[in-house]
């Protein structure tokens, strides 16, 4: 019986062309407290395939085999949702592709060769707390100022019980993509996080339950914003550009109309004890 022919050549082919040789330039720092530097290393085993952070798992095992210290880097869902992969990559918060976060990144992004720069989030108000991990719990500050409903709502109506524009829901719907990553803090040179704040405060402000406390839910956001550390926005727009969810500086002078508003109407901050103290 004649065998039959197998393209196990052409595989080969393939797998080898998809075979990837990537030098990285990794920020290793071990806490808060001490200096950092730029680590070279040059993982095996890669492909095109392989997403950016199966990269760093790979580094990791090679590290660990070594009795080497693993790359500490965070990362939850890895599929665009939580919003923790939060890497510099090459100077570019989230990577080389538009509207994509970190975990959504493969490495067919990068030519065989490249050298690939990995940073932490750089923003004063993001601390380095090891490696590529940084502390966001100021986002948590400007939350928990106003980026909830606390009147009570009552259950959830008939879905034509309470009608809301389209063009508003939609509106509404499109803030709230905002996954809280921190990119457009990390890409502003003010190291501003209006963009995050406006997305809350519009995803709230817009629909019907959100209303009764709109004007004093944006004078706290935007005050907890400045206590918390981050920079005034200028309009350089770099928030935009970065931003997995691709959520609109327009919403920034949105908020800020409405700031100006509420507080011509004389609300004033009223901010609990642990906000104003940040
Ligand atoms: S506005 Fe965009 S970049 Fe900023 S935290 Fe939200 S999703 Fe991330
Ligand atoms: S790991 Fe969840 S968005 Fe990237």
């Not at 108000?125 to 009147?151: C, E, H, M, N, T």
């Not at 996080?193 to 004007?215: C, R, V, Y």
């Not at 981050?230 to 949105?254: D, L, M, R, Y």
């Amino acid at each position: 019986m004649t065998a039959m022919p197998t393209n196990d050549s052409s595989n080969l082919t393939a797998e080898a062309q998809r075979h990837k040789h990537l030098k990285l330039r990794v920020w290793r720092q071990s806490s808060a407290k001490t200096e950092g530097a730029f680590v070279e290393y040059e993982p095996e085993g890669l492909s095109d395939d392989m997403s950016f952070l199966e990269m760093l798992d790979m580094l990791n095992e090679q590290l660990l085999a070594r009795s080497e210290d693993p790359v500490s880097f965070d990362h939850d869902c890895r599929e665009g949702i939580c919003g923790m992969c939060s890497l510099m990559i090459n100077h570019r918060a989230h990577g080389p592709n538009e509207g994509c976060t970190t975990c959504q990144v493969h490495l067919r992004s990068f030519r065989d060769g490249d050298t690939i720069v990995v940073e932490p989030w750089r923003a004063k108000a993001f601390p380095v707390v090891k490696d590529l991990v940084v502390d966001r719990a100021p986002f948590d500050k400007i939350i928990q100022a106003g980026g909830y409903i606390s009147v009570n709502t009552g259950g959830a109506p008939d879905g034509n019980a309470l009608p809301v524009a389209k063009t508003i829901s939609d509106t509404a719907m499109d803030a709230a993509q905002c996954i809280g990553c921190g990119a457009c803090v990390a890409a502003c040179k003010n190291g501003s996080a209006m963009l995050f704040t406006s997305a809350k405060i519009t995803h709230l402000n817009l629909l019907p339950q959100g209303k009764a406390e709109a004007d004093q839910r944006v004078v706290n956001m935007i005050t907890a914003h400045d206590h918390a550390g981050f920079g005034a926005c200028s309009n350089t727009n770099s928030c935009e550009a970065v931003c997995p969810k691709e959520i609109p500086v327009s919403f920034i002078a949105k908020a800020n109309r409405e700031y100006a508003w509420a507080l011509l109407k004389g609300k004033k901050p009223t901010l609990g004890q642990k906000e104003s103290e940040s």
